[in-house]
Protein backbone atom coordinates (compact mmCIF):
# COMPACT_ATOMS: atom_id res chain seq x y z
CA UNK A 1 0.00 0.00 0.00
CA UNK A 2 1.58 3.39 -0.87
CA UNK A 3 2.59 5.80 1.91
CA UNK A 4 0.11 8.85 2.09
CA UNK A 5 2.08 12.09 0.68
CA UNK A 6 1.57 13.74 3.85
CA UNK A 7 4.64 11.61 5.14
CA UNK A 8 7.15 13.14 2.37
CA UNK A 9 5.81 16.77 2.94
CA UNK A 10 7.95 19.04 4.64
CA UNK A 11 7.44 19.74 8.25
CA UNK A 12 8.12 23.36 7.46
CA UNK A 13 5.68 24.09 4.59
CA UNK A 14 2.75 22.15 6.77
CA UNK A 15 4.69 24.41 10.12
CA UNK A 16 4.08 28.01 7.79
CA UNK A 17 0.45 27.14 7.86
CA UNK A 18 0.07 25.85 11.26
CA UNK A 19 1.47 29.71 12.13
CA UNK A 20 -0.81 31.37 10.05
CA UNK A 21 -3.91 29.37 11.60
CA UNK A 22 -2.53 30.56 14.78
CA UNK A 23 -1.91 33.99 14.05
CA UNK A 24 -5.31 34.86 12.48
CA UNK A 25 -7.37 33.77 15.27
CA UNK A 26 -5.00 35.93 17.61
CA UNK A 27 -2.54 32.98 19.04
CA UNK A 28 1.05 33.23 18.56
CA UNK A 29 3.86 31.38 16.88
CA UNK A 30 5.51 30.86 20.42
CA UNK A 31 2.02 29.58 21.32
CA UNK A 32 2.17 27.00 17.95
CA UNK A 33 6.05 25.92 18.92
CA UNK A 34 5.26 25.27 22.71
CA UNK A 35 2.71 23.01 21.73
CA UNK A 36 4.95 21.24 18.62
CA UNK A 37 8.03 21.11 21.31
CA UNK A 38 5.68 19.25 24.28
CA UNK A 39 3.79 16.71 21.71
CA UNK A 40 7.38 15.78 20.23
CA UNK A 41 9.85 16.79 23.17
CA UNK A 42 12.41 18.87 20.97
CA UNK A 43 13.51 21.97 22.27
CA UNK A 44 13.71 25.08 20.38
CA UNK A 45 16.48 24.80 18.52
CA UNK A 46 15.84 21.22 17.58
CA UNK A 47 12.67 22.38 15.95
CA UNK A 48 14.65 24.93 14.05
CA UNK A 49 16.80 22.71 12.77
CA UNK A 50 14.07 20.26 11.39
CA UNK A 51 12.59 23.63 10.29
CA UNK A 52 15.67 23.93 8.30
CA UNK A 53 16.99 20.76 6.92
CA UNK A 54 12.95 20.73 5.35
CA UNK A 55 12.39 17.46 7.34
CA UNK A 56 9.78 15.28 5.95
CA UNK A 57 6.87 14.71 8.82
CA UNK A 58 7.72 11.10 8.35
CA UNK A 59 11.00 11.54 9.86
CA UNK A 60 10.08 14.43 12.01
CA UNK A 61 8.07 12.39 13.90
CA UNK A 62 10.33 9.04 13.91
CA UNK A 63 13.52 11.88 14.95
CA UNK A 64 11.43 13.38 17.74
CA UNK A 65 13.41 13.11 21.18
CA UNK A 66 10.57 12.18 23.40
CA UNK A 67 6.94 11.87 22.19
CA UNK A 68 4.40 13.09 25.53
CA UNK A 69 2.53 10.12 26.58
CA UNK A 70 -0.21 12.11 27.46
CA UNK A 71 -0.56 12.65 23.95
CA UNK A 72 -3.06 9.69 24.25
CA UNK A 73 -5.53 11.61 26.29
CA UNK A 74 -6.62 13.60 22.94
CA UNK A 75 -9.69 12.24 21.29
CA UNK A 76 -11.79 13.90 18.94
CA UNK A 77 -12.26 13.98 15.17
CA UNK A 78 -10.22 15.45 13.00
CA UNK A 79 -10.41 15.83 8.99
CA UNK A 80 -13.80 13.59 9.55
CA UNK A 81 -11.93 10.78 11.44
CA UNK A 82 -11.78 9.90 15.37
CA UNK A 83 -8.11 10.45 16.61
CA UNK A 84 -8.71 6.87 19.02
CA UNK A 85 -9.42 5.06 15.69
CA UNK A 86 -6.13 5.47 13.56
CA UNK A 87 -4.38 2.80 13.55
CA UNK A 88 -1.25 3.74 11.37
CA UNK A 89 1.40 5.18 14.22
CA UNK A 90 2.86 8.09 12.37
CA UNK A 91 -0.60 9.56 11.17
CA UNK A 92 -2.23 9.61 14.62
CA UNK A 93 0.93 11.28 15.76
CA UNK A 94 0.17 13.80 12.73
CA UNK A 95 -3.36 14.33 13.79
CA UNK A 96 -2.81 14.44 17.27
CA UNK A 97 -0.80 18.10 16.38
CA UNK A 98 -3.57 18.99 13.27
CA UNK A 99 -6.19 18.53 16.62
CA UNK A 100 -3.77 20.55 19.13
CA UNK A 101 -3.82 23.38 16.36
CA UNK A 102 -7.13 23.38 16.14
CA UNK A 103 -7.70 23.43 19.75
CA UNK A 104 -5.33 26.69 19.97
CA UNK A 105 -7.04 28.55 16.94
CA UNK A 106 -10.29 27.72 18.69
CA UNK A 107 -8.96 29.84 21.25
CA UNK A 108 -8.74 26.73 24.04
CA UNK A 109 -6.28 27.62 26.85
CA UNK A 110 -2.79 26.33 26.98
CA UNK A 111 -3.44 24.15 30.16
CA UNK A 112 -6.08 22.34 28.79
CA UNK A 113 -4.17 22.13 25.24
CA UNK A 114 -1.21 20.51 26.79
CA UNK A 115 -3.14 17.46 28.46
CA UNK A 116 -1.64 16.14 31.70
CA UNK A 117 -1.97 12.92 33.09
Not at 12 to 25: N, T, W
Not at 38 to 58: I, K, N, P, R, V
Not at 71 to 79: D, F
Request: hydrophobic letters at 35%; one cysteine or more.
Amino acid sequence: MAKHRIYTTSFASVYRLYVAKGEKKGRSKAEVDQIICWLTGYDHSGLEAQLEQQTDFETFFAQAPAMNPARSLIKGMICGVRIEEIEEPTMREIRYLDKLVDELARGKTMDKILRQP
